[in-house]
T-cell receptor, first 112, second 110 residues
Framework: DAKTTQPNSMESNEEEPVHLPCNHS???????IHWYRQLPSQGPEYVIH???SNVNNRMASLAIAEDRKSSTLILHRATLRDAAVYYC?????????????FGKGTKLSVIP | DGGITQSPKYLFRKEGQNVTLSCEQN?????MYWYRQDPGQGLRLIYY???????QKGDIAEGYSVSREKKESFPLTVTSAQKNPTAFYLC?????????FGSGTRLTVV
């Protein structure tokens, strides 16, 4: 399975934008880039996903590099509720069995 | 609303006891998964099931057992053979690569 690399932790001030990076240099052409986040003592929740083009939804934006070897999750205005561990995961289309491999993710702290 | 329900939220087990964690979903998803999470770590796959009456071992299946008699239900039994069961357990269902997770069960050995 292709692997992702994320910083262990990041800090942001409240109401400022946050850019969470993810490297996935061994990504294959059929791998989708997914982001999940996990609040303390909760299960992970879906944030956003994309293949090649940048994506926007009500929670965040996903910017994907042209060579697809890296991506960035963008929270446009961080709130205290965004403090969580963010996981970047690759899911292969058509694989038939989606066994997610979660690394340690990036722990985002939001400073009031 | 559709979702996944895990129960109980907290569970305490004595040494040598088997305990069963419940996971129920009403999303009509075929695939279901059990993960274990230790403090400060990512998730590790215990068992998964892609269809009723069928399941496969994940990376850390030793000391655990599952059943999948109904599409909606995928209970996990932590047996006495699991030597270090204290952890946060997460159940998930999935369709087309999109996962929905339950809120987890925190198991503690006392």
């Amino acid at each position: 399975d292709a692997k992702t690399t994320q910083p262990n932790s990041m800090e942001s001030n409240e109401e400022e934008p946050v850019h969470l990076p993810c490297n996935h240099s061994t990504i294959s052409g059929t791998d989708y880039i997914h982001w999940y986040r996990q609040l303390p003592s909760q299960g992970p929740e879906y944030v956003i996903h994309g293949l090649t083009s940048n994506v926007n939804n009500r929670m965040a934006s996903l910017a994907i590099a042209e060579d697809r070897k890296s991506s960035t999750l963008i929270l446009h205005r961080a709130t205290l509720r965004d403090a969580a561990v963010y996981y970047c995961i690759l899911i292969r289309s058509g694989a038939g069995s989606y066994q997610l491999t979660f690394g340690k993710g990036t722990k985002l702290s939001v400073i009031p | 609303d559709g979702g996944i329900t895990q129960s109980p939220k907290y569970l305490f087990r004595k040494e040598g006891q088997n305990v069963t964690l419940s996971c129920e979903q009403n999303l009509n998803h075929d695939a279901m998964y059990w993960y274990r999470q230790d403090p400060g770590q990512g998730l590790r796959l215990i068992y998964y099931s892609q269809i009723v009456n069928d399941f496969q071992k994940g990376d850390i299946a030793e000391g655990y057992s599952v059943s999948r008699e109904k599409k909606e239900s995928f209970p996990l039994t932590v047996t006495s053979a699991q030597k270090n069961p204290t952890a946060f357990y997460l159940c998930a269902s999935e369709i087309g690569g999109g996962y929905t997770f339950g809120s987890g069960t925190r198991l503690t050995v006392v």
